[in-house]
């Protein structure tokens, strides 16, 4: 499979928002692929360019139906574990 979108996500009735996911969130299925010869089975597009890239990130996103769980984040003063992780590997000897 292309890494490369062929269509866009935001206007492509081929793309589909899940009911509780955050706005900028889109999902692509395809059943068609075989996963156990290690094709995806499902693809994910960001419209805000920060797709999730952990599973817990991910389960985030899926669950922050009014607003990017990032933006939430930042806006309390907290940052998200994946860059608390980031900064304690740069700063670890």
């Known amino acids: 499979m292309a890494a490369a979108l062929h269509e ?3 206007k492509s009735p081929n793309w ?4 509780n ?3 900028h969130l889109c999902m692509r299925w395809f059943p068609e692929n075989d996963f156990a010869a290690g094709e995806p089975i499902y693809r994910v597009f960001c419209s805000m360019n920060t797709p999730p890239v952990t599973v817990e990130e991910q ?3 899926l669950h922050s139906r009014f607003a ?3 933006l939430t984040e930042k806006a309390r003063g907290t940052q998200p574990a ?3 992780r980031a900064k304690s590997r740069k700063t670890s000897p």
């Open 8 to 10: 866009d996500p935001r």
């Open 16 to 19: 589909r928002h899940h009911k």
């Open 21 to 23: 996911a955050c706005p």
């Open 59 to 61: 389960e985030k996103c």
């Open 68 to 70: 990017c769980w990032r």
């Open 82 to 84: 994946s860059a608390l």
